[in-house]
C-alpha cells in the first residue's frame, strides 16, 4: 500500500486571515514581514494593516484586500489576478510585474507606486490616485481609468492594444469619453502625439455612441460622417481613399450614360481633371449639360475634399 502523504510544508499551506493577524503579531508589526511566496487565495484581509509587508510572489488570487493597508509594500511578481483593492492604500508599494488581470482598485491610493511592467488587463482603476505612479510597460489593454488622477504619471512604453477601454466596452460612454480625454492629454503633454491621436479619435468615438445611446440622432449621425469621411482628422489615408472613389465613380457614371465623348479612359481623365479643378485641356468633350453640371459638381467636391486631406495631413506631420 501506498503510503499517505504528509502535510505540506508551513509555507505551503494556505494563510487565512486569522493566520496573518497571528503571524503580525508574532513578528511585532507588519512591516518587513515575510509572506513571500505564501498562498493567501481568497482571503478576507479587508483593512488589514500589511505596510512594508513582503508579499513578492504571493498568491493573493482574488483576496479581499479592500481599504488594507499595503503601503510600501513589496508586491512584485505577486498574483492578484481578481482581487479587489478598492479603497487600498498603495502609495509607494512596488508591485512591478504583478499580475493585477481584472483586479478592482476602485478609489485605490497609487500615488508613487511601482507598476512597471504589471498586468492591469481589465483592471478597474476608477477614480484611483495615480498620481507620480511608474506604468511603463504596463499591459493596460481594456483597463477602467475613468476619473482617475494621472498627474505626473508614467505611462510611457504601456500596452494599450486597440486603445479601447474597459468603460467604453461597458457602454459608459460618458465615463469613456472622460477617460480617453485625459489619456489623450497626458500623451500630448509628453509629447506622444501619435498615441494622443487614437485616444481623440477613441473620445469621439466614445461621444458619437454615447449621442446613439442618446437617440440624439443629428449630433450621432454627424459624428457617424466625419469617422467614415476622415476618422475625425486621424485618418488622412481615408481621404484619400474617398477621393479615389469619387474620381473613379464620376468616371463610370460618364461613360455608362455617355456624358463624355470616348471610351472610359477618356471618362476617367475628365473626370480626375474635374475633381482637381486643374483645368480640362486634353480632356474629351462633355455630351450636354449633365455632364457639364456634373463636372461642375466634382469640382466643387474635389477641392473640399483636397483641402480636407491637407488639413488633417498637416495636423498629423506637424505634430
Known amino acids: 500500500m501506498d ?15 486569522e493566520d496573518v493577524e497571528r503571524l503580525i503579531e508574532e513578528h511585532g508589526g507588519p512591516e518587513g514581514l515575510d509572506l513571500s511566496g505564501r498562498d493567501l487565495r481568497e ?15 504571493a498568491n493573493l488570487q482574488g483576496a479581499d484586500l479592500r481599504h488594507g493597508n499595503l503601503q510600501q509594500a513589496n508586491m512584485v511578481l505577486a498574483n492578484l489576478q481578481g482581487a479587489d483593492l478598492s479603497g487600498a492604500n498603495l502609495q509607494g508599494a512596488d ?8 483586479a478592482y482598485l476602485y478609489a485605490a491610493n497609487l500615488q508613487e507606486a511601482n507598476l512597471r511592467w504589471a498586468n492591469l488587463q481589465g483592471a478597474a482603476l476608477l477614480w484611483a490616485n495615480l498620481q507620480g505612479a511608474a506604468l511603463s510597460g504596463a499591459d493596460l489593454r481594456r483597463a477602467r481609468l475613468a476619473y482617475a488622477n494621472l498627474r505626473d504619471a ?3 512604453g504601456a500596452n494599450w492594444g486597440d486603445y479601447v477601454l474597459g468603460e467604453e466596452i461597458d457602454g459608459l460612454f460618458g465615463a469613456a469619453a472622460s477617460a480617453y480625454r485625459a489619456l489623450k492629454q497626458w500623451h500630448t503633454e509628453a509629447g506622444m502625439y501619435d498615441v494622443a491621436g487614437e485616444f481623440h479619435y477613441r473620445e469621439m468615438e466614445a461621444r458619437r455612441k454615447a449621442a446613439w445611446k442618446a437617440r440624439r440622432l443629428p449630433y450621432a ?5 466625419l469617422r467614415f469621411l476622415y476618422g475625425y482628422g486621424e485618418r488622412p489615408l481615408l481621404v484619400v481613399a474617398w477621393a479615389a472613389a ?7 457614371g460618364h461613360w455608362l ?22 483645368g480640362y485641356g486634353w480632356a474629351a468633350e462633355p455630351q450636354g449639360w449633365a455632364g457639364r453640371f456634373l463636372g461642375v459638381g466634382e469640382s466643387l467636391l474635389g477641392v473640399f475634399m483636397m483641402a480636407l486631406f491637407l488639413v488633417t495631413f498637416t495636423r498629423k506631420m506637424t505634430r
Open 154 to 156: 508614467n505611462l510611457e
Open 95 to 102: 508591485p512591478s510585474d504583478a499580475n493585477l488581470q481584472g
Open 221 to 225: 449621425s454627424a459624428m457617424y460622417l
Open 246 to 252: 469619387v474620381i473613379l465613380g464620376f468616371a463610370l
Open 257 to 278: 450614360f455617355g456624358t463624355v465623348a470616348g471610351g472610359l479612359w477618356d471618362a476617367l481623365y475628365y473626370s480626375a481633371v474635374s475633381f482637381t479643378a486643374l
Open 43 to 57: 482571503a478576507d484581509l479587508t483593512e488589514l494593516d500589511l505596510h512594508g509587508a513582503h508579499l513578492s510572489d
Open 3 to 17: 503510503e499517505p502523504e504528509g502535510d505540506p510544508p508551513e509555507e505551503k499551506k494556505p494563510l487565512t486571515r
